[in-house]
Each structure stands twice: as C-alpha cells, then as structure tokens.
C-alpha cells in the first residue's frame, strides 16, 4: 500500500494511469491509499483499504457490495470505477446510502471497435491458426485448400447492441465491402440510418447473418443470451464474436456449437471466468 497527503480518503483499487491519479493529487483534498500492483486487490484488502474512504475508485473486477460498503462506513460519498460497465456494484444498496456513481462510457469506444474488427477478422481468416503453423513448421507450401478463412466483402453482418460502441464498429466493417448491416436491440436506432442499419428480429439477425456481433450491455435479460437455441439459429458457416460481457454467453452451449459444427467460428475477447483456466497438457 503507499498512502500521501491528508484530508478526504480516497481508495484505489489497482494501479491506475498516472494522469489519473495527477488529478487526484493536485486536487488538494485526497488522501488517497493506493493498491499499488496491477493484479486485483484480495477482498480482505479491499475490506480493511475502504475503511473510512470518502471515495473509492474501483475496476470492474471489484465487487463493490453491501459488505464492502458497511466497510466503508458512513463517510462513503462517491464510487467511481474505470470502466463501461457497472453491474459490479450494488447499485440497490449505492442508492440506498445516497452514494453518487461516476464511471466512463464513451472513453473506450473506438478502442473496443478496433479491437473488435481485429478479433473479427483474425478469427474468419484464422490468423492465429496460421501463426501457430507457421511457429511449430506446419507451414510447407500453399495449399489452395489450407486454412481457408471467411471474406466481409459481400457479407452480412449482424450486430446485437447498436449502442455507442455497435456503432463505432458497424462504421469500422462497412469499408470491407459489407452488403447488408443487421441489427437488433431494444428500439430502432436512429443513428442506424448512416451505416444503413437494418432493425431486424434476432431470429432473422441469426438466420441471415455471416457474422454475428455481440456488442450489448450485460443486463438480467441479456444474461446467458447467446444459448443452445440462439446458436441452432445461426448458419454453420457462421462466425460470432464477442466483445460485451462473458456472462451473456452460455460457453458450454457455444463449445457444443463449435465441436458440433453448429457455427464456424469464434473469436472471444470476454469469458466466465477471466482468464479461463489454463489447459495442462499431459
């Protein structure tokens, strides 16, 4: 732990960018106590670090819950957390105490849509598969049949969730060639009119599309969405990439999905648990 200053105790999760914490400091009324490492903070240190905080500034990877708020006592004003997502707090519980909530909607954006076009398009030209080969001498002279991937030009593409970040990546894909953009989500977007969104069912969204783009926030409804009987809908030539939340996909479903051919393909930038287990070869 490093702790500076006096006054206003603010508590810091993780290690942070430094101009993060330059507003902070030149703030001139935080104290703050930092967990000074980049891997997640251990609940008991979590417990004892938020102990009289006026502020906490967390990550999604810390569960801010009623037990961590009794710890915090009283004096607890403001929650904010380095992320998009915030269904790591007990929202319920923050209202209850009159706790405000900052968190960052719009600062990864175009990040997470590039990242997302990358995913897309090393998983349907099986970028890694060929990086793989080409380390361990699989490689030994083209084959018009090796490794045949999965083209955008002519696609098309559905994508579930036309928030700020579904757009950023619809923008991003229609430059490769892309016939039709599908979407679906909760209402018609307006916005969906510049990249010439079609707002379509999901049954139609999965039945039609080449690509299937999860890009929704992780809600009650949206929880294990992507199941058995989404995957059935899908054609089995089909890629599905995931850039949301890991719990909004049922992954015993989308394994049985990929070993049965179900789907061609998919590209996970979020899993339950993160990271995954770690396969031990015997």
Known sequence: MQTVGKMMKVFVTRRIPPEGMQILSSAGVCEMCVWDSDEPVPRTELLKGVQGAAGILCLLSDKIDAEVLNAAGPNLKVISTLSVGFDHLA?????????????????????????????????????????????NGGWSTWKPLWLCGYGLSGSTVGIIGLGRIGMAIAQRLMPFGVKRLLYTGRTAKPHAAEVNGEFVPMDTLLSESDFVVLSCSLTPETQGLCNKAFFSKMKNTAVFVNTSRGAVVNQEDLYEALKNGQIAAAGLDVTTPEPLPTIIHS
């Not at 995913?119 to 380390?135: H, I, M, N």
């Open 91 to 135: 929202l319920d519980e923050v209202k209850k105490r009159g706790i405000r909530v900052g968190y960052t909607p719009d600062v990864l954006t175009d990040a997470t849509a590039e990242l997302t076009v990358a995913l897309l398009l090393a998983t349907a030209r099986r970028l890694p598969e060929g990086v793989e080969e080409v380390k």
